[in-house]
């Protein structure tokens, strides 16, 4: 695993340091903050001080296509097997490859003098490629859950494209409290984004800011 650090200097450009290589056994939430403590601590860095996973004006672009990818995924369950079926098709056509007759009735390899009672085309659809799809799309989900997406969400809110019109209160909100220790006062965060965009939307220079690296300098320009 490659550890890459992105973090907003006092001049306020966005910089990126390699950090290390860390080798892990397993990928899951519990080992790889293990071991990223593991390398931060070599050091002096502290996890605590991360906040999310260097999101920049490429996030609006990354919700969109894990959506698509997860309409897609969805969109093929329902519809894509008789194409594949036609591409397989004229596949064994073209090699001269013997094609399953997908209404006879299928025969179970292990048991071939019992009656299965389903069609082909019911075996090769509910038990193969909806079973492949299902396990894709939950795979899918695990990589993209509701935390990494409110995560995603709510810093593409941040962005300043097209005059700030990805704001939204309530995701920054909801970003906040992800950090309790950081935003403890909601009453007043909700009236400092209040302020916030409405002078930012104001300021003439804060138009045509095309990320969050460019708000960033903007503001220790203009601090």
Known sequence: MAVVLRYVDKLGFVK???VGLVHVMETNTLSLKAAIDKLFA???????RVRGQGYDGASNMSIKLVKLIDEALKSYQLEG???????????????????VDMEAEYVDPKYQRKK??????HHYVVNNFNTILDMQI????NRFNEVNTILLTSMSSLSPSCNFSAFSKVNLLMLAEMYPCDFDEKERLVYELGHY?????EDKRFANLSGLGDL????????
């Open 81 to 99: 097997f008789d194409s594949l079926l036609e591409d397989v098709t004229s596949f064994c056509d073209k090699y001269d490859i013997e094609v």
């Open 16 to 18: 990126e340091r390699f």
């Open 42 to 48: 070599c050091h002096s860095l502290s996890i605590g």
């Open 197 to 201: 965009i409405t002078n930012v939307k």
């Open 138 to 141: 939950q795979e899918h989900g």
């Open 116 to 121: 299965t009672g389903i069609t082909n085309r």
């Open 216 to 223: 960033a300098k903007m503001m220790v320009k203009t601090r």
